[in-house]
Every structure is written in C-alpha cells, then in structure tokens.
C-alpha cells in the first residue's frame, strides 16, 4: 500500500467531508433551495476575498476568469500593462493579444518579483493604460508579487489593476480592498480545497466602469449578464451545482478557521519547507517566495525529472517540475489548502530520500528535523 | 420523509456509484495515470457521439460549446443561419450577434419543428451562408427537429450544420458522422447523468477547415489550442478532473446498456409519458416531441406557476415550468438520463394530484394507469 500525496500547487487535496458533500443528491438550480446556497456563498466569497464588492463563480478553470478579466475591462486597442515573470503572467499577455488588446511588457525574470517602481515608470510613460496584470503568486516560479505596492501605484491612476490570486488567494495576504486591488481572479483547486472546474472574479467599482465602456465581444464570460444574474443571487447560464455545493463547505471551514489563521497555516508550512531544504544544501528559486507554493533548485548533478517522477511514481508523492524554461531546473512543494505539518514533513522525507537516491549527499532526517523543530 | 425527485430536463438525477466515484482522492492533471483516463474518455465520447471525429470536453457549462461553436467557425461580418425555435436556438443568435456575426433567422413558432425545406431555401437565398445552427431538442418548447433532413440539406453545401444537442444526445437519435453533422454541442447534466460543469463539442473535418480560418478572438474557447491537446490525451487548461472521472464511468455505463438501448429506454418514457398526460385529459405542446423531455399545455383554469411549485415543494419532484413567453403556459417532465419506469410512474401520480388539488377534474390513475399498460 503506498497512498496518494498531492504536494503539487494544484489540484490541491480536497477534504473527505467536501468530497461527500459533493456525493449528495444533485439540486435544481433554478429553486429556492439552490438560490438560497448561492446567497450564503456570494456572502462568504466576500469575506475570503476581502471585498465588498460582488465575486462571481464561474463554471470554467481558473483561465476563463483570466479571459473575463480582459474582455470585460478594455477594448481593442486599448492599452494594458502585463507584469510577465512567469508562465501565468505570460498568458494575460497572450489573452490580450487574442483580442487584439496592445500589451505594454513588464518584463519580469523567472525567480525575481516585479519592482513596483517599474510599473510605476510604465505607467507614466503610457498614462493611457487602461489596466495593469499582475500574478500574486506566480506558480511557475514560486515567486510572490508586491500587490500593496503595485496597487498603491495603480490606484492613483486612472487605470484598474487586475490580480491572478489563482494560486496566491488564501496563502499570500491580499486585502483587496484595503489595497484598492480591482479585480482578484480565482480558481477553485488551490487554497480552496475543491477539485478544479470553478473560477472566481471579483469586481470593484472602479473597474464596473470600464465594463459598461469595453466593447469587447464576449457571451459566456460577460459581466454584464454575471452582475445582473448575481444581483439576484443567481448565475447567467446554468452552475456547476456539485462544485458549488461543495464550494459552500469549504468557505464555512476557512472562516471558521478565520483567515489570519489560514495565512499563519500556510506561512508555516511554507516557512519550515524552505528553512528545510535550505538544511537539506539545496537553493531556493525564488528571490521573493509565495506561501503558496515553494520552487526549489534542482542540484547539479541531479536530474529534475527523474526527482519529479521517482517522487510520484516510486514514493506516492505528486510534486511539481519546472514549466516551459524552468523544465528540470526546479522543483515545486505545495502548502496549499488541506494539507498540514504531517504532510509537509512526508514531503519532505520522499525528497530527502529520492534525492540520495539520485546521487545527491543529503544526512536523512537533515531538512525534516529542521522541519519538526520550526513546527514543535 | 419525503425524497427529492429531478424530474426536470438538467441537471438530472446522478447514479450513485458515479457520485461516489467523483468523491475518490482528486488526482493531478498532468500525469500518466490522468492521460490515461483522458485517451479512454476521448475513445468513448467519439462512440456516443457516433463520430470518428474528436470530441473535445470544456469545463464550462453547455453554453460555452455553444460560444466556441461560433467564435471558432465564423469571422465578423460573416453570415450564419439560426434556427430560432425556443430559447436554446435564439441563444446561438446572441452569441453570433455578441461577436458580430450576420444572422439569417430561420424563425420557427415555438411549439414546431423547422421544416428542412425552409432552410434549404435560406441556403439558397444565401449562398454565402458559413453555418448553420439548430438544437436537435429545443429543451424550452420539448420538440425535436430533424436533423437527418437539415444535414441532408446542409451538407450539399459548403455551410456546415452545427448542432444543440445538449439536452437530445443519448435521448433523441442523432448519427453525426452518417447523417454529416459537422459539430455537436452537448452538456454533462441531462442525458449523460452527470453533475452541470462539463461541455462537449464534436468537430468534423470540413468543420476544421474552417477553424483554420476563423478571425474571432477566442482563448479560453480556442479550438486550435483544443485540437493541439487533445492530439495528446491532454486539454490546454486545467481540467475538471472529478468531473471527467465520473465522466469515464458514465461512458462506460451508457456504453455498456448500448447506444439504441439507451435511446430506447428514452423513448420508452417519453411514449408513456405522453399517452399518461393525453390520458389525463392534457394535451401535448410540442407538434414533434422530443424523447428527452416532454412539454404538456397546462389545462385552462389551472395556475402554472403553482403547478410546478406545488409538485416541488410539497410533492418532493421537481419538474420544470416554461420559459421566457411559455412561464405558466406548459410544464415540462423529463426522460434524460439516470431515469427510469417508476421514476416516470412517480412523476405522473404526483401531476394527477396536484393538478386535482388545483381543481382539474382528473380521475387518480387514470394516466398513471395508462403508462403501467405501456410499460408492462
């Protein structure tokens, strides 16, 4: 018996009491009872991302809330700042190139966070930027990004500033409000504990004007249509009922932890794996790491995949490699969402022990007692 | 105790073992061990879908096929023909209309099939015409249109036919590749017995000729992208694992009752349901019935809205009213899916008496009476 360890930065385990929640009877959608649901969890959204404003639940992955976050803000033409330091900043350039929106590079090293003076720069060689993209934490590269500074910028101008928390909402801090961050996108696999197939956006009212003005063409993903059907507690077209009943209980279970304390857990975990394989000689990517998610080094001599696929194949343990350019180079621990000391400390001890394997002088026990004393 | 019954055309009720299977350890996207999953859905979906051709899984609800069934066939400024029979057909006319498509409305009075002839002459007074877009069961008006005859007409021009068969596929015949349907659009809450969260659409090769050529902005939706990944068992975003899961085990269910076996269970409910209601003294609204969902007129005298809401609140089964111009007009029993006699039997006993308590005059058992002949 070797059992199932999900260590990548999504999907994320979900726990057994939202699994058998999402087991019970499927409910109409078009009812009381369900309608009653989606209120709770419009609710509870706004608390878990700390804003006043409406979050939608959209029936798509995390990508398609990216693409409402551009056809719905700017038109062709317009102007947009993209903040690339990593594959998912990369595809809000990409996004906005397939609509014909001109992309302002900020360009970003894979490993480095993006200097908010630079966007500030950006922004005032081209004041007619419309909106700025950034990733809180950008999963590629483990990398967290300076929101309250960038949105400090951002927010003196007339244009809105748009945040991929895909992976970073509920393990980075973000106050989006406090901040004056416009519009967070979210996934469902990440630090919501859900399997994937839901997206999340929400919208402030700086940013609902530039929905009334974009002439974008867009149906499924259209805000308009979203804001009128959540103003009602509904959804335009019909929800991922299951998905969304699950959604409910997750929302109970992290405010019911209470969000400092879901931050705290994620810090910790994040913390000891870092301080962990620090002790183990190995490096860490990041120059500025997410709690989200931890990008290691993969040591010379060391093959990256072999790492990646012995860790899963051989010890149960799925971890993540490196995308794109980073192929091999890196490797990537989770502490994202229903995980716990215990599993970052069984994490912790397939990669010792698959690293020695591979050839790598690490004493057993070096990174995981590093791990139990920042834990005790 | 009273049980909850989803008697209404999606979400439909999901068979237990595929709710159970979809509560299983949530496993990474990017493995063997998914892609294998992956290439056996892939496998069996062309079965359902009687095509040779792929047929790609979104995570999004049925109308985000619908969007990619537009934005990756046509160019602005291009000329599609809409059949509009119901609120499902008009819904190809917004999206074609979102995106700046030209749409020639082949208008059908609610309640009636298009007639092939119709859109042949369209064809005809339209040469240029690229698409043409129909629902094989119009879900809001419960009628079946003939596809075979449209195809038929379609294929002896360069236009090629897309199909709705969101709520028809399994429920009403539909032969693809023999008839030259080109692309079929289907959800997973009707006839396949899942929970709402995952889109289908089947692409014929003459149909990806035009992919090629399509200029609409598209990304989420991106059939190339879609093409490119399914090439490898992959999909180009993350996909909603335990939906395809459940996915792999209802293809395997259908699959194993058999194609005709399945249409003929449909057919079945749908014939006694029909021959129920004629029984009770009601009268069918759709000219052309379809076998996935049944729409009967609501007798002169008898309130609607409380039909239906009767039946759900203090019957415990949720069938569904009208829509749009129909609300209070029909009401609407569906076949699809996980369904079978005495959920059928069930159904029919509770409209007796709930249209008695709402003062129709209708002998108990007289429709239920009469499906027990028809099932015997």
Redesign the interface.
């Known amino acids: 018996m070797r059992k199932?360890r999900?260590m990548?930065p999504?999907?994320?385990?979900?726990p057994e009491k939202v699994?058998?929640k999402?087991?019970?009877?499927?409910?109409?959608?078009r009812?009381p009872q369900f309608q009653a649901v989606l209120k709770d969890v419009n609710i509870k959204l706004k608390k878990l991302f700390q804003t006043k404003n409406p979050v939608f639940v959209?029936?798509?992955?995390?990508?398609?809330a990216m693409?409402a976050s551009v056809v719905n803000l700017v038109s062709r033409g317009d102007k947009v700042i993209v903040v690339k330091g990593g594959k998912f900043g990369e595809r809000f350039a990409?996004?906005s190139s397939?609509?014909?929106v001109e992309v302002v590079d900020c360009d970003v090293e894979w490993g480095k966070s993006v200097d908010p003076e630079v966007v500030s720069e950006l922004l005032k060689e081209n004041p007619d930027v419309k909106a700025v993209y950034s990733t809180l934490c950008e999963t590629s590269t483990g990398v967290v990004n300076d929101i309250k500074a960038i949105a400090k910028v951002v927010s003196a101008t007339d244009a809105v500033l748009v945040v991929d928390a895909i992976s970073g909402l509920s393990a980075d801090e973000l106050k989006t409000d406090e901040w004056g961050v416009d519009v967070v996108v979210c996934?469902s696999?990440k630090g919501l504990m859900l399997?994937?197939?839901l997206a999340f956006l929400s919208l402030s009212r700086k940013a609902q004007k530039l929905v009334e003005s974009s002439s974008?063409?867009?149906?499924?993903?259209?805000l308009k249509a979203a804001l009128k059907a959540h103003a009602k507690d509904d959804t335009p077209?019909?929800?991922?009922?299951?998905?969304i009943m699950g959604l409910n209980t997750v929302l109970d279970m992290l405010l019911e932890e209470g969000l400092d304390n879901v931050l705290k857990r994620h810090a910790k975990l994040a913390n000891a794996t870092r301080e962990a394989v620090k002790a183990m000689g190995l490096e860490l990517f990041s120059e500025k790491p997410s709690n989200a998610v931890t990008a290691v080094k993969v040591p010379e001599g060391v093959d990256g995949g072999a790492l990646a696929k012995k860790m899963?194949d051989e010890q149960g343990v799925?971890i993540a490699g490196g995308q794109a350019a980073l192929k091999g180079k890196i490797f990537r621990l989770a502490h994202l969402g229903y995980m716990d000391e215990y599993d970052t400390i069984g994490a912790l001890a397939g990669i010792e022990i698959v690293l020695s394997q591979l050839g790598f002088d690490v004493r057993l026990g070096k990174g995981v007692g590093k791990a139990q004393e920042l834990f005790k």
Chains 1, 2 share one sequence.
């Not at 999504?10 to 979900?14: D, E, L, R, S």
């Not at 959209?58 to 398609?64: C, K, L, N, V």
């Not at 974008?216 to 259209?222: A, E, H, Q, R, V």
């Open positions: 199932y999900l990548a999504g999907p994320t385990p979900v699994l058998l999402m087991a019970d009877t499927i409910i109409h959608h009812t959209f029936a798509s992955s995390g990508t398609g693409e990409e996004i397939a609509y014909g996934g696999q399997p994937p197939g974008l063409p867009k149906y499924y993903f259209d077209y019909t929800p991922a009922v299951s998905l899963r799925t």
